[in-house]
């Protein structure tokens, strides 16, 4: 089998990808240990200059290389165009993105630099998988170094209809350079059709063709193993103690404004005050670790929600409770696990998200015999598989304050029927499965491709059916 080659804006250390670890290295778990690999990205520091050759470490069958970014290329290429243009766009948030040239230029600059610090160590037969918005120009630069391997993309985060995303400045260069990948898979067949409409509209019709949804899953059965052994264990038993036999609700995701959270926040304020019944009955524990920290949006949210969770417990919390518990610093996923598992309601509410993988994990965790019940954004690309939750609109805290009350009072028999749907959906709909259909989508049409005639690859690939979601 040939080599896979994933290239992701960030690499982390073999290091600290133990059984606990998180992101895009679970998802391609499966993936990586049938077969040799070479991850390639970011390795996390700066430097002066954006390294032109890469650090190797081999951990088993898969090289790790890395490179340090420039500090240009951090402002420009990463805080700049990735983060405040790209990923309030994706995220349907044209007002607040922030457009400059050098930013696009920096862009440019480091896709260019990942290709040629890349190109090097690539073998003729590899497999190139690159992921996410940070990358949209690889393969166009690979292309322009001779690269000739089949070259996949895949979209975490939501693609917005075609008139959103054009808002941005360079929205027909972006296309033009994904048009250069053999594969391009997104979360939805929402997503899939928004990009599909930007790529026409660019005249990349014949790429239109090569985009599928491929919606990504969790290891269920490793989250569950977690979620069980951690649920006796010192910090689970912490947090039950400190409850006192009072209902959980638990929300867990980056500081981040896609989020939902001072919405949700609302919410919770919104049921305590239009639903006393529930006043002094329920806690509602927010995870929330800083992000981006260094990004003045992401300052003046952090600042919001710490204004709104004090005005909330202030005008509701009495001497033994206080309704919101709100934690900004980094939880160990093991423990987050445990947590989920005693939570009686999952609140994941963001306000665009391409998939939501807690919503999943929030499932995973649950003990059959006594499940919770997950109060879910109806624009999580999740929605469309765990429709056994209670969906809400993440922009209006009176919906979610409706849906909370539905969860606290809903009967032992209709939550387990919910729950029991929603497991069957994120236990056949895994990872592992997920890495399979976007390979087959990518390598099986190639393969077609290499025994009929040379050079036929694109050509091929380009008459071939949309790859199935
Ligand atoms: P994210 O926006 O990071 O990912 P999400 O899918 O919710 O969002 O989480 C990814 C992983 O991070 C999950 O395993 C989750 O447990 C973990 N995580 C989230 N908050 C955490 C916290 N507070 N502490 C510890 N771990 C936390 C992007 C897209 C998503 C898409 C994923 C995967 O934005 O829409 O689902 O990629 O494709």
């Given at each position: 089998?040939?080599?896979?080659?994933?290239?992701?804006?960030?690499v982390?250390?073999?290091?600290?990808?133990?059984?606990?670890?998180?992101?895009?290295?679970?998802g391609?778990?499966?993936?990586v240990?049938?077969?040799?690999?070479?991850?390639?990205?970011?390795?996390?520091?700066?430097?002066?200059?954006?390294a032109?050759?890469?650090?190797?470490?081999?951990?088993?069958?898969?090289?790790?290389?890395?490179?340090?970014?420039?500090?240009?290329?951090?402002?420009?290429?990463?805080?700049?165009?990735?983060?405040?243009?790209?990923?309030?766009?994706l995220?349907?948030?044209?007002?607040?993105?922030?457009?400059a040239?050098?930013?696009w230029v920096g862009?440019?600059?480091a896709?260019?630099?990942?290709?040629?610090?890349?190109?090097?160590?690539?073998?003729?037969?590899?497999?190139i998988?690159?992921?996410?918005?940070h990358?949209f120009?690889?393969?166009?630069?690979?292309?322009?170094l001779?690269?000739?391997?089949?070259?996949?993309?895949?979209?975490?985060?939501?693609?917005?209809?075609?008139?959103?995303?054009?808002?941005?400045?360079?929205?027909q260069?972006?296309?033009?350079?994904?048009?250069?990948c053999?594969?391009?898979?997104?979360?939805?067949?929402?997503?899939?059709?928004?990009?599909?409409?930007?790529?026409?509209?660019?005249?990349?019709?014949?790429?239109?063709?090569?985009?599928?949804?491929?919606?990504i899953?969790?290891?269920?059965?490793a989250?569950?193993?977690?979620?069980?052994r951690?649920?006796?264990?010192?910090?689970?038993?912490?947090?039950?103690?400190?409850?006192?036999?009072r209902?959980?609700?638990?929300?867990?995701?980056r500081?981040?404004?896609?989020?939902?959270?001072?919405?949700?926040?609302?919410?919770?304020?919104?049921?305590?005050?239009?639903?006393?019944?529930?006043?002094?009955?329920?806690?509602?524990l927010?995870?929330?670790?800083?992000?981006?920290?260094?990004?003045?949006?992401?300052?003046?949210l952090?600042?919001?929600?710490?204004e709104?969770?004090?005005?909330?417990?202030?005008?509701?919390a009495?001497?033994?409770?206080?309704?919101?518990?709100?934690?900004?610093?980094?939880?160990?996923?093991?423990?987050l696990a445990?947590?989920?598992r005693?939570?009686q309601?999952?609140?994941?509410?963001?306000?665009?998200?391409?998939m939501?993988?807690?919503?999943?994990?929030?499932?995973?965790?649950?003990?059959?015999?006594?499940?919770?019940?997950?109060v879910?954004?109806?624009?999580?690309?999740?929605a469309?598989?765990?429709?056994?939750?209670?969906l809400?609109?993440?922009?209006d805290?009176?919906?979610?304050?409706?849906?909370?009350?539905?969860?606290?009072?809903?009967?032992?028999?209709e939550?387990?029927?919910?729950?029991?749907?929603?497991?069957?959906?994120?236990?056949?709909n895994?990872?592992?499965?997920?890495?399979?259909?976007f390979?087959?989508?990518?390598?099986?049409?190639?393969?077609?491709?290499?025994?009929g005639?040379?050079?036929?690859?694109?050509r091929?690939?380009?008459?071939?059916?949309?790859p199935?979601?």
């Amino acid at each position: 089998m040939s080599r896979l080659v994933i290239v992701a804006n960030r690499v982390s250390d073999p290091r600290e990808r133990g059984a606990a670890a998180g992101g895009l290295a679970v998802g391609l778990k499966d993936a990586v240990a049938r077969r040799d690999a070479l991850w390639f990205g970011w390795s996390g520091a700066t430097a002066q200059q954006t390294a032109t050759t890469p650090r190797i470490q081999r951990a088993g069958r898969t090289d790790y290389a890395t490179i340090d970014l420039g500090e240009a290329d951090y402002r420009h290429y990463y805080q700049g165009f990735s983060n405040a243009a790209l990923w309030p766009v994706l995220h349907y948030r044209l007002g607040i993105a922030r457009f400059a040239r050098e930013d696009w230029v920096g862009y440019r600059r480091a896709n260019a630099a990942f290709a040629a610090a890349l190109a090097p160590l690539l073998r003729p037969d590899d497999t190139i998988w690159a992921h996410d918005f940070h990358l949209f120009l690889l393969a166009a630069e690979l292309r322009a170094l001779g690269c000739r391997q089949r070259i996949g993309f895949f979209l975490h985060v939501p693609f917005p209809p075609r008139q959103v995303f054009m808002g941005l400045p360079n929205a027909q260069a972006v296309l033009a350079a994904l048009a250069a990948c053999d594969a391009i898979g997104v979360q939805t067949e929402d997503d899939a059709e928004n990009l599909r409409g930007a790529l026409i509209s660019a005249g990349e019709a014949a790429a239109a063709l090569r985009v599928g949804a491929f919606p990504i899953g969790i290891d269920a059965a490793a989250f569950t193993t977690l979620a069980t052994r951690r649920s006796g264990l010192k910090e689970v038993e912490r947090l039950r103690n400190s409850l006192a036999g009072r209902v959980l609700a638990i929300g867990v995701d980056r500081l981040d404004y896609t989020k939902g959270l001072p919405q949700r926040i609302a919410g919770f304020g919104a049921l305590l005050a239009r639903f006393p019944r529930h006043r002094s009955r329920v806690t509602f524990l927010q995870v929330a670790p800083v992000s981006r920290g260094d990004v003045a949006t992401y300052r003046a949210l952090r600042r919001e929600l710490d204004e709104s969770v004090g005005r909330i417990n202030g005008q509701h919390a009495e001497p033994d409770w206080a309704p919101i518990r709100y934690i900004t610093r980094a939880v160990a996923r093991p423990t987050l696990a445990g947590y989920m598992r005693l939570a009686q309601i999952g609140l994941v509410t963001p306000l665009r998200d391409g998939m939501n993988l807690v919503a999943k994990e929030y499932v995973a965790a649950q003990d059959p015999s006594d499940p919770g019940v997950l109060v879910l954004s109806r624009f999580a690309g999740a929605a469309n598989e765990l429709d056994g939750a209670v969906l809400v609109n993440p922009l209006d805290p009176d919906d979610i304050a409706e849906a909370l009350d539905v969860a606290l009072t809903m009967p032992a028999e209709e939550r387990m029927a919910r729950w029991q749907g929603m497991d069957a959906a994120v236990r056949s709909n895994t990872a592992a499965v997920w890495c399979r259909n976007f390979l087959a989508a990518l390598e099986g049409e190639a393969e077609v491709a290499e025994a009929g005639q040379a050079g036929g690859r694109r050509r091929l690939a380009e008459t071939a059916t949309p790859p199935l979601s």
